[in-house]
């Protein structure tokens, strides 16, 4: 069974140019996703953020990831907003330690955040007090992170591109065609 970050560079060369761009960024997207996978595999939820700008994509994920066409087990995953549809209001450490306890109690600590947007967003607070967490951060780097720029053209369609990627990882995962333990 290939590892991961060998099966992350022949999914890329078989999509061909539209994923050139990721190439040299392999080894950052394999350590990052393969983590995630590893925590989904477990049976943790994710609790999924995003900056106000990447709200369509949090949509699109939310629609997506347990499609009907799909022929493999729910990945169970929420978004934030619609565990505390007051999180934008949020301010303070106190206020999020509150959130934090609700999710705690709710999910016994096993969930995982997976944030996408700005580093500088509000929104990711929550997300980078956790060491388990997944980012797609623009801007910043940070742990267990892949950074994109958020100046990027043609950042919308490398989003995109990325999450189909992420959602061939978690049926290969799945379907023990690669390790993400590895």
Sequence with gaps: MPDFAQWSLDAIREE?????????????????????????????????????????????????????????????????????????????????????????QAYKDDCFYWYIGKGDDKRSDIAKRKDESYFWIFDEDFNNAFTLKSYDPSLDIKLLQLFKLFNASLNATMFGEVDASS
């Design 16 to 104: 061909g140019g539209s994923l050139s761009w990721l190439e040299e960024d392999r080894f950052e997207w394999s350590k990052t996703t393969a983590y995630a996978l590893s925590q989904i595999l477990t049976g943790k939820t994710v609790i999924i953020i995003t900056d106000e700008k990447r709200k369509w994509l949090e949509q699109y994920i939310l629609t997506s990831i347990n499609s009907v066409e799909l022929d493999r087990p729910l990945v169970p995953i929420v978004s934030i907003d619609s565990l505390y549809s007051h999180y934008n209001n949020l301010s303070g450490g106190e206020m999020i330690d509150f959130v934090e306890d609700m999710i705690s």
